[in-house]
Nanobody, 124 residues
Framework: QVQLVESGGGLVQAGGSLRLSCAASGRAFRNYSMGWFRQAPGKERDFVASISWSGGTTFYADSVKGRFTISRDNAENTVYLQMNSLKSEDTAVYYC?????????????????WGQGTQVTVSS
């Protein structure tokens, strides 16, 4: 099973940008579609974006469409989430996840492996 470690979170002002990274190790990274989820305090973990094995297909939650971009580098075993025009409602712990069987799933229970999360705080 793949192991995932997120980085790149932090404190940013509204309207600013951050780029999250998720480094994978273990089983072949290129076999997995990848997703980003987020969880705000007291709320459920929500889908943000996902990307296919090749990187050719991406999916986004409506709340981030046009502001966030997911990408991957299979040579570096890394998936990224570029976040622009950040809003206070984007504040959450962000998790990356790996799915061996599906592409574009938005369900938490369909992902096989998870990172530990990275905190993103957007100040207004």
């Amino acid at each position: 099973q793949v192991q995932l470690v997120e980085s790149g979170g932090g404190l940013v002002q509204a309207g600013g940008s951050l780029r999250l990274s998720c480094a994978a190790s273990g089983r072949a990274f290129r076999n997995y579609s990848m997703g980003w989820f987020r969880q705000a305090p007291g709320k459920e973990r929500d889908f943000v974006a996902s990307i296919s094995w090749s990187g050719g297909t991406t999916f986004y939650a409506d709340s981030v469409k046009g502001r966030f971009t997911i990408s991957r580098d299979n040579a570096e075993n890394t998936v990224y989430l570029q976040m622009n025009s950040l809003k206070s409602e984007d504040t959450a712990v962000y998790y990356c996840a790996a799915d061996l069987l599906r592409v574009g799933s938005r369900r938490v229970d369909e992902y096989d492996a998870w990172g530990q999360g990275t905190q993103v705080t957007v100040s207004s």
